[in-house]
């Protein structure tokens, strides 16, 4: 997986920072994660194809995460997009979307689909052969999920060496890849664990933006390889941290390492602060694999 951090900063776009947005590459397959005001000028600096998007999963209906969604989706309109395109986001959000565009005597040339999410439990929202999604239910002021995308385990990989040994003909190399023994002319069967390695264990990153410290969602986003958590605050602002309902770093921190998982990245800073790195250490005092988010930041995993 490959994630391309857009904007990682709480409450308003500024010269050098912008509001929460992020792609996620998994297998060539791009997932665009919430959609603030700049999303598409951050596209264009970290030069995403957009016609390269179709499927935009939004958190919550607080602007920071989605002020940006209508100008992306006139701007495809633009473009000339023709492929279908698929928006997951709280109910409300397709009301919100086609009254802007209902007002400005806009239409879109490409078929439009609004997911709406209401349920508290979390669920599956998206599922092909390589890739599924669930929610991950947050608690925030007002109703927000956060996104667990996982990669499926994939094809076993082909020994070369060993298909050549059996001069096996490679209209056989997709059953092989699928797990199957392969019967040769003389009646011979060859297992499939001498003709194949095992495949790359799949991948999962969890994105959880925003949300008051919540043990609920360990369970949910236990040994992720990645995890996005917020961390608007430093713990000398919890009181402000609790009646927003937002986290701290050591709070962030602390759930990814009940939730034992590989490595945390930090974002949705407050823009209070001067310099980033305080998360890095505050967080480091609970949790050793740190990384700090920033605008146009990669992170491949
Ligand atoms: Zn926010
Ligand atoms: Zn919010």
């Known amino acids: 997986m490959n994630l391309t951090i857009l904007g990682c900063y709480a409450a308003t776009p500024r010269t050098f920072t912008n509001p929460t947005s992020q792609v996620l590459d998994i297998r060539n397959r791009l997932f665009l994660i919430d959609c603030g005001e700049g999303t598409q000028v951050q596209l264009r600096k970290n030069k995403i194809k957009f016609s390269k998007i179709n499927h935009i999963f ?14 992306l989706i006139s701007t495809f309109m633009l473009l000339n997009r023709t492929t279908d395109l698929h928006v997951y986001g709280p109910k409300g959000i397709k009301e919100i979307i086609l009254l802007q565009l209902k007002y400005a005597a806009s239409y879109t040339n490409y078929n ?18 390589k890739v599924l999604v669930q929610t991950i239910p947050l608690k925030h002021r007002i ?18 060496a060993a298909v050549a040994k059996h001069k096996i003909e490679t209209c056989y190399f997709q059953n092989i890849k ?23 264990a799949p991948k999962s990153y969890a994105f959880c933006s925003d949300t008051v410290y919540n043990e609920a969602i360990i369970p949910l986003i236990k ?24 986290c701290t770093a050591k709070q962030a921190a602390t759930i ?46």
């Open 143 to 160: 109703y927000t999920n956060g996104f667990l995308f996982k990669e499926k385990i994939g094809d076993r990989k082909l020994n070369l």
């Open 178 to 200: 699928n797990g199957k023994d392969i019967k040769l002319d003389d009646g011979t069967i060859i297992e499939n664990q001498n003709l194949t390695f095992d495949p790359i």
């Open 223 to 246: 040994d992720v390889d990645m995890l996005y958590h917020e961390a608007t605050f430093l713990e000398s602002e919890v009181e402000k941290c609790d009646r927003t309902m937002h």
């Open 58 to 71: 939004i958190s919550h209906l607080h602007g920071d995460h989605y002020f940006g969604l209508v100008g």
């Open 256 to 301: 990814a390492q009940k939730a034992n998982v590989q490595q945390l990245i930090l974002g949705h800073f407050s823009t209070r602060y001067d310099s980033i790195s305080l998360f890095k250490s505050e967080a480091e005092t609970i949790f050793e694999n740190v990384l700090l988010a920033d605008d146009g930041k990669n992170f491949e995993f």
């Open 112 to 129: 439009l689909f609004f997911h709406e999410l209401d349920s508290k439990e979390s669920e599956i929202i998206y599922e092909d052969e």
